[in-house]
C-alpha cells in the first residue's frame, strides 16, 4: 500500500485546449502541457461524474490525471471533481452563480466550462445542472487490498511481501467502502505501473489473463479471498520480488474509474510476489579461486582474495561490491555459500585473508587495505573483467566473528578520519552485515556509528557466546550502538561456525536443537540479501522478512520448525519516539515526555540492557538478568516489569506528537526475561494486547498474536548459574496503524492520546516477565 | 543455476576432519559453560533474592571447551629452523611491533585444548621474552608451526646475546589478544611462570635444529612455512595452499 493516504482536490474550472485552473490544494495555476491534453483524449466518460457533458467529463478527467502525473496529488490518487463549484464550498450555489455572471462574455478560462472559447450561455447551462450540493461520486481510492489474514481482529493484516507458492489474500473492507457491500467485483491483478503509467493507461490487463471475482461481504472478516495466483512469476531480474497492482473494480468494466480500489496507484506496487530468497539468483557465477593482490600495506601472508561476480558482468552496469572477512581461526574460503550466493544476484563479492589472530584492530586494517586494493586492482583482477563493472560507491561489508567487530572498527576508522583510502570514503560503504561479532574493542571503537548495520546471530553459540560474565563475547553490543537503521537475526539453534563451512564444532545449547550449518547458511543468505537489496537497492520487496515474525513470514526453503526472531529499527528520522527509555529516567515519565503509569504490574525498573551479575540465575537484584546487550560505557536502556494478573501499562502521547495518521507503524521491541519464574511458570510465545486510545475516548485494540508468534520465550539452553534460558531476545513488533481503524473502529489516529499495553489472560499471556523499549510511530 | 569454478581449492579433507572432532559432550544441567575468558570454569555465586528454579531442565550438548589454566609449557619442540630474509616484514603480534630479518621457525607440539580455534582471547604463546605467530590451527594434529622474530636478552653474565628459542622457555600465557601485548605485560607473564615453577627450558626433540635458511622474503618462507604445515598438520593443507598461492 502506498504510505500516504489519497488526497481529494476539488477543481473549480478549466479550459479546454489552452489551459486549466484549480483551486483547493492547489496554490497556482497548472499549465497542461499537450502531452496531457493528448492524454484527456483516451479517456471514457465513466472516470469523473460530476460534469454534464461528456466532453465536460473529459477535461475534467485529463485535469485530474495530468495533476496526478506532476504530483500535485500526491501522484497517487485521482481526485474528484465538482463542476461549477468555483469557491469549493462543496455546492454549486449562488455564488458560483454570481461568479459566473460577473464572468460572461469573457474568456476567462475558469469559467468557459465547455471550452467554448468565452463564458456564455452553455456554461450557465451546466452550472445550473449542477445545482446543489456536489454529489461527487468517489474517485478511485489508494487503499491496501494485498493483505494476510487472521482469524481476529483486524482480519486483514495489510501486508506486501507474498512468497511465491504460498498464500496470498485480498480483501475489502466494507465498514469503510459501504457501497461495495453485498455486491460482486473484480479483483484485477497487474503488472506493477508507475503513477505515470496509471495516468496515461486506466485500461486493467490482469496478468492471469482475467479478474477473479469477489463477493464483498457484510463484514470484513468475511471480505477477504485468497488470490489466485497460479501461473503467476515471482521476481524481476536482479530482484527477489515482482511488484503487482491490485484493483478492485467495483463497477467491473475492466478501467479504472470512479468508485474502484487500487492498491499500487503510485510508483511502487501493491504486492511483491517473492522468490525463495536461500535460493540462487538469475546470474551464473564465476569465482576466481584465489587472487593475490600484493600489496605492501597488507601483511604477505595475508594478501589472498576469493572473488565471485555474475558470468554476464560484461552486459551489467557496475555493481555494488560486496567485502567478506573472516573470523579467527577461519579461512578466506570457508564463504562459498554466500559469495556465491549474493554473485548469482548480481554482486561482486570478495571474500580476503583477514589477519585475526593479533586482533581487531589488525583485522580492521586488513579489511580497510583490502578494499583498496580490491577497488585499485580492477583493471588486473580476473583479466580486467571487473575493470568498470565495480561501484566503489556503494560497498557492503560482511563480517564473522573477530572480523565481524573488524569491519565495525574499521567503519568507526573511516568515520574518524584515522584511515583515508583513495578509492573509497566512509560514505561509499552502506552496509555493514557482522555475524556474531565479538565486542572486544568496546563503545568507543567498535561502533557502527548511522551506517546501516545487521547483526546475525547463533543462540547456540558456543564461543562468542552471549555470555554475561564477560563484554567481550556479547554480539548485541555492537547492535546497540548501531544509531541508524538496524536489523538483527537471531536464529536459534545455530552456532558459531554454522556461518562457515568448516569451522569447529561449538554448538552448544539443548541436545536436538541444533540446525546445522545448511539451515544457518539459508537464513544467513536470505537476511543479508534482503538487507543488501533494502538498503543497497532500496528494494522493498524484502524489507518485511527483515521485520515480520518469522512464522507470518520466512524465506520459502527455511524450515517451519526453525525459530528466527527479527528485531529492526528505522533510522531515526523515520520516527517518533514515544519512549525509548533513554532519557527521563522516571518510570512514570516516557522519553517523549508524556506520562506513564502502570497498573497491577510488578518490579517496574529502567535501566541499562546489561545483565548485572555473572550469572543468569534469576534474582530481584538483577532487574536486567539476560540483558547482555552493552557494556555499563553503552547507553542503551530498556524498561522491564512482570505480571500474574490483569494489568497494563499506558503511555500518555504529548499533544504536539498525537497525529499518527500520516504514520505508517507502531512499533515497540520487547524481550522475555530468561529464567524468571513467570516466564518458566508460561513457558512459550508471550502475547499481549496493543491498544490506541483517542482523544474522544474511543480505542482500537489488537493482540499481537494476530501477526502470528508473539515474543519468543528465551532459548532453552542452560549454564552460567541456575535454571534454564540464555540470554533475552529482543523482537520487534510493528503494526500497521492502519489496521486500528480496520473494520469499523473510529479510533481518530490524527487524535491519539494513550498508548496502552494490556497484559494478562483476557489479553494475552495470563503471565509474564517483558523487557521492553522502543515503543515508536514509524513513517516509513 | 550453474557456478563456474575456475580453480577451486577443496575444502574436504578439512571439513571432513573438523566436523569429527569428538568434543561434543552432555552436560548437567547446572553446568557452566567453560567458555569464559574472565571466570574459566568456576561456579558463580548466587545472589541474594534467588528464586528457585525449575527442576527440569533439557539435556544439553556443550561444544567449546574452556581455556586452559595458564601459564602452561607446550609438549615438545619437533623442529627448528633458523631463518634470514633479505627483505624484511613486520611481526604485528605484539603492539610494540618489530621488523624482522631473522628469527626461527619452530615447529611445537602442545596440548590440544590450547589450540582450538576460538575468537575470544587466546592464551598467548611466548617464546622467551618474544610473541610467536601461530601459522596454522593446530587443533587435530597437536601440530603448531610458528614464528619467532629474533630477540636478544642480557644473560647471567650481563652480556647481552641473540636470544635462543631452544634455550628459551616457550609456554602459553595468559589469553589477550596479541596486539595488545608489550614488553611489560611479556615480563608480567614471565613472573607467572616463574611463580609457577615452569622449567625455563622446554623439551626439545634431538633431531630439532636446523641448520640456517635464507629467503628472499616473507613470501619465500611462507613456502618453508607451507610444508611444515603439510608434514606435521595434514588436515591443514588448506592453510598451506595458500601460503603457496602467493605470487
Known amino acids: ?780 | 543455476m550453474k557456478n563456474t569454478v575456475i580453480s577451486a581449492v577443496s575444502t574436504s579433507v578439512l571439513t571432513s576432519v573438523l566436523t569429527s572432532v569428538a568434543l561434543v559432550s552432555v552436560a548437567a544441567a547446572s553446568a557452566v559453560p567453560p567458555n569464559s575468558t574472565t571466570n574459566p570454569a568456576t561456579t558463580p555465586s548466587t545472589p541474594s533474592g534467588e528464586v528457585a528454579p525449575p527442576s527440569k531442565a533439557p539435556p544439553q550438548v556443550q561444544g567449546m571447551p574452556s581455556v586452559p589454566a595458564t601459564p602452561a609449557m607446550v609438549t615438545e619442540v619437533l623442529e627448528a629452523i633458523p631463518f634470514e630474509l633479505a627483505n624484511s616484514y613486520v611481526h604485528n603480534m605484539r603492539k610494540d611491533v618489530v621488523t624482522v630479518t631473522r628469527g626461527h621457525v619452530l615447529v611445537i607440539r602442545a596440548p590440544k585444548a590450547f589450540l582450538i580455534p576460538r575468537q575470544l582471547a587466546d592464551s598467548v604463546l611466548l617464546v622467551g621474552a618474544q610473541t610467536a605467530e601461530r601459522c596454522n590451527v593446530g587443533y587435530e594434529s597437536g601440530v603448531l608451526v610458528v614464528v619467532v622474530p629474533q630477540t636478544s636478552e642480557v644473560g647471567s653474565d650481563g652480556v647481552t646475546r641473540v636470544a635462543d628459542p631452544l634455550r628459551s622457555r616457550i609456554y602459553f600465557a595468559s589469553p589477550e589478544l596479541p596486539e595488545r601485548v608489550d614488553a611489560a605485560w611479556i615480563a608480567a607473564e614471565a613472573a607467572k611462570a616463574d611463580a609457577a615453577k615452569l622449567p625455563a627450558t622446554c623439551a626439545v626433540n634431538a633431531r630439532a635444529l636446523n641448520g640456517a635458511r635464507t629467503f628472499d622474503d616473507r613470501d619465500a618462507l611462507g613456502l618453508l612455512i607451507a610444508d611444515l604445515i603439510a608434514r606435521y598438520a595434514p588436515d591443514e593443507l588448506e592453510r598451506a595452499e595458500a601460503l603457496r598461492a602467493v605470487d
Open chain 1, 1 to 780: 500500500m502506498e504510505a500516504n493516504a489519497p488526497l481529494s482536490v476539488r477543481f473549480v474550472c478549466n479550459i479546454e485546449g489552452s489551459g486549466a485552473y484549480g483551486v483547493g490544494s492547489l496554490s497556482s495555476r497548472t499549465k497542461f502541457s499537450d502531452e496531457l491534453m493528448q492524454m484527456r483524449t483516451r479517456l471514457t466518460d465513466r472516470l469523473m461524474t460530476c460534469g454534464t457533458s461528456r466532453s465536460q467529463v473529459r477535461v475534467l478527467a485529463s485535469l485530474t490525471l495530468a495533476l496526478a502525473a506532476v504530483g500535485a496529488i500526491n501522484g497517487n490518487s485521482l481526485a474528484g471533481v465538482c463542476v461549477g463549484d468555483f469557491d469549493g464550498n462543496s455546492a454549486v450555489d449562488g455564488a458560483d452563480l454570481a461568479a459566473l455572471l460577473d464572468a460572461w462574455s469573457s474568456s476567462n478560462a475558469q469559467f468557459d466550462l465547455d471550452g467554448s472559447g468565452n463564458v456564455n450561455g452553455g456554461d450557465l447551462a451546466i452550472v445550473l445542472n449542477a445545482w446543489g450540493a456536489c454529489s461527487v461520486a468517489a474517485a478511485p481510492v489508494e487503499v491496501a487490498i494485498a493483505c494476510s489474514s487472521s482469524l481476529e481482529f483486524p482480519w486483514a493484516i495489510p501486508f506486501d511481501s507474498f512468497n511465491f507458492g504460498e498464500a496470498a489474500f485480498a480483501s475489502v473492507d466494507p465498514a469503510r467502502f459501504s457501497d461495495l457491500a453485498g455486491r460482486t467485483v473484480d479483483l484485477f491483478v497487474l503488472a506493477n505501473r508507475s503513477s505515470a503509467q496509471w495516468a496515461s493507461n486506466l485500461t486493467l490487463v490482469d496478468v492471469r489473463g482475467a479478474a477473479q471475482p469477489f463477493v464483498v461481504a457484510a463484514t470484513l472478516a468475511s471480505s477477504i479471498t485468497s488470490i489466485n495466483l497460479v501461473g503467476v512469476s515471482a521476481g524481476d531480474g536482479d530482484s527477489p520480488g515482482r511488484g503487482l497492482d491490485l484493483v478492485i473494480d467495483a463497477d467491473r468494466d475492466g478501467t479504472l474509474s470512479a468508485g474502484d480500489l487500487i492498491d499500487g496507484s503510485g510508483d511502487g506496487p501493491g504486492m511483491w510476489l517473492v522468490k525463495d530468497l536461500t535460493a540462487s539468483g538469475p546470474h551464473t557465477v564465476t569465482t576466481l579461486a584465489s587472487y593475490d593482490i600484493n600489496d605492501p600495506d597488507v601483511l604477505d601472508t595475508m594478501e589472498l582474495e576469493r572473488i565471485y561476480y555474475p558470468a554476464d558482468i560484461a552486459s551489467l552496469t557496475s555493481r555494488p561490491l560486496v567485502v567478506i572477512s573472516h573470523g579467527n581461526g577461519h579461512q578466506y574460503t570457508w564463504y562459498d555459500y554466500l559469495g556465491t550466493h549474493l554473485a548469482s544476484w548480481g554482486y561482486v563479492v570478495m571474500s580476503h585473508q583477514n589477519d585475526t589472530v593479533p586482533g581487531i584492530e589488525t583485522s580492521s586494517t586488513t579489511t580497510l587495505e583490502h578494499t583498496e586494493s580490491f577497488l585499485a586492482q580492477l583493471g588486473t583482477i580476473a583479466g580486467g573483467a571487473l575493470l568498470g563493472k565495480v561501484d566503489s560507491t556503494r560497498i557492503i561489508w560482511i563480517g564473522h566473528s573477530r572480523g565481524g567487530e573488524g569491519i565495525a572498527r574499521a567503519y568507526d576508522r573511516l568515520f574518524d578520519g584515522t584511515f583515508t583510502s583513495p578509492n573509497y570514503t566512509k560514505d561509499s560503504v552502506l552496509t555493514l552485515v557482522s555475524i556474531a561479532p565479538t565486542d572486544f574493542l568496546g563503545t568507543a571503537s567498535a561502533n557502527p556509528h548511522a551506517v546501516p548495520f545487521m547483526l546475525l546471530y547463533g543462540s547456540a553459540d558456543g564461543d562468542v557466546c552471549g555470555c554475561p560474565d564477560s563484554e567481550v563475547p556479547d554480539s548485541f553490543n555492537i547492535f546497540e550502538r548501531a544509531e541508524g537503521l538496524r536489523q538483527s537475526t537471531y536464529v536459534h539453534g545455530a552456532d558459531h561456525n554454522d556461518f562457515n563451512c568448516c569451522g569447529f564444532n561449538d554448538f552448544s545449547g539443548p541436545t536436538g536443537t541444533a540446525i546445522a550449518n545448511t539451515e544457518a547458511q539459508r537464513i544467513a543468505k536470505a537476511a543479508s540479501l534482503s538487507m543488501i537489496r533494502r538498503v543497497v537497492e532500496n528494494d522493498r520487496s524484502t524489507e518485511e522478512y527483515l521485520w515480520r515474525q518469522y512464522e507470518s513470514l520466512k524465506p520459502i526453503s527455511v524450515l517451519a520448525t526453525t525459530t528466527v526472531i527479527n528485531e529492526w529499527k528505522p533510522a531515526s528520522a523515520n520516527l517518533a519516539v514515544i519512549d525509548n527509555v533513554q532519557t527521563n529516567t522516571a518510570t512514570n515519565l516516557s522519553s517523549a515526555g508524556g506520562a506513564v503509569s502502570y497498573s497491577a504490574v510488578n518490579a517496574i525498573v529502567e535501566s541499562i540492557h546489561n545483565d548485572n551479575n555473572i550469572t543468569f540465575t534469576w534474582a530481584t537484584t538483577d532487574p536486567m538478568n539476560g540483558a547482555t546487550r552493552g557494556r555499563t560505557t553503552d547507553a542503551t536502556r530498556a524498561l522491564v516489569f512482570d505480571w500474574t494478573a490483569a494489568a497494563f501499562g499506558a503511555w500518555s502521547v504529548p499533544a504536539a506528537m498525537k497525529d499518527f495518521s500520516s504514520s505508517r507503524f507502531l512499533s515497540l521491541r520487547a524481550a522475555q526475561g530468561t529464567r524468571h519464574p513467570n516466564t518458566i511458570a508460561a513457558l512459550g510465545d508471550l502475547t499481549f494486547t496493543v491498544v490506541l486510545l483517542d482523544e474522544l475516548g474511543v480505542e482500537s485494540a489488537i493482540r499481537i498474536s494476530t501477526f502470528k508468534g508473539g515474543i519468543e520465550e528465551p532459548y532453552q539452553r542452560t549454564g552460567y548459574g541456575t535454571g534454564t534460558g540464555w540470554q533475552n531476545a529482543m523482537e520487534t513488533v510493528r503494526i500497521p496503524l492502519a489496521s486500528f481503524t480496520a473494520d469499523g473502529r473510529a479510533v481518530d489516529l490524527s487524535r491519539i492520546a494513550t498508548v496502552l499495553l494490556r497484559f494478562g489472560a483476557a489479553d494475552g499471556s495470563s503471565q509474564g516477565r517483558l523487557v521492553v523499549d522502543d515503543l515508536q510511530v514509524e513513517h516509513d
